[in-house]
């Protein structure tokens, strides 16, 4: 099974826009997880598409769409500078089974934005955490015009590299939508976090 996996992801590689995959199969080989990182020269939904008629066209493979998780690099060319938040700080505190993340963001003004959630020590969870943080401190700077929740965290290895993954719901108004953001983990395992979620948000700021 391990072969076809990796016929798989070298046929999801050779499609366009697609920088590297990793599917990711339960103990009886069936695809549980079909993590991408792309460009954003075209939508998710685009590259679902085309991911599922690829996969169907070669091997007749019929895949569930909801498995496959599309994250984009942007081209930091197309945001506004005045309107992308960067980060300024990231810091753990532990308290035995206890952690707290706290989160400071700086917009291009120069003004600075605050984030605070606390909750269990566990790994995953302390990614939680710093992600619930990063979106208080954006909510902050949207003065409340809309809510994010963490829908997702995920470590994956993607490209030969550790990656943090991200899904996050924007809620305004009637209106909701998922977004997913990566970074490569390259020192600091909480500021790749910090830096997946604000590549799910930035692009979308001059909206908001």
Do not use: W
């Not at 391990?2 to 016929?7: C, K, L, T």
């Not at 103990?27 to 690829?54: M, T, Y």
């Not at 753990?92 to 600075?112: C, P, Q, S, T």
């Not at 606390?118 to 790994?123: D, I, V």
Request: aromatic share 4%; net charge negative; glycine share 6%.
């Amino acid at each position: 099974m391990a072969d076809q996996i990796e016929q798989y992801e070298n046929t999801i590689n050779k499609i366009s826009d697609i920088l590297s995959s990793k599917i990711i199969a339960d103990e009886h080989g069936e695809i549980k997880e079909i993590h991408v990182l792309a460009s954003n020269k075209r939508s998710p939904k685009q590259i679902v598409r085309d991911i599922e008629s690829a996969l169907m066209a070669k091997f007749g493979s019929e895949i569930d769409h909801k498995k496959v998780s599309v994250a984009q690099l942007h081209d930091e060319n197309e945001i506004n500078s005045s309107n992308r938040l960067k980060l300024l700080s990231v810091n753990m505190k532990l308290e035995g089974a206890r952690a707290g993340a706290k989160v400071e963001l700086v917009d291009g003004d120069n003004n600075i934005f605050e984030g605070f959630d606390e909750g269990a020590g566990s790994l995953i969870n302390k990614l939680r955490l710093v992600v619930s943080a990063t979106l208080k401190a954006i909510e902050r700077y949207l003065n409340g015009s809309c809510s994010f929740a963490v829908e997702d965290v995920s470590l994956i290895e993607i490209a030969k590299k550790e990656t943090v993954v991200v899904a996050v719901s924007i809620v305004t108004g009637s209106e909701e939508e998922t977004v997913v953001g990566s970074a490569f983990i390259k020192k600091d395992v909480s500021e790749a976090a910090v830096k997946a979620t604000l590549s799910a948000i930035n692009r979308r700021l001059s909206k908001m």
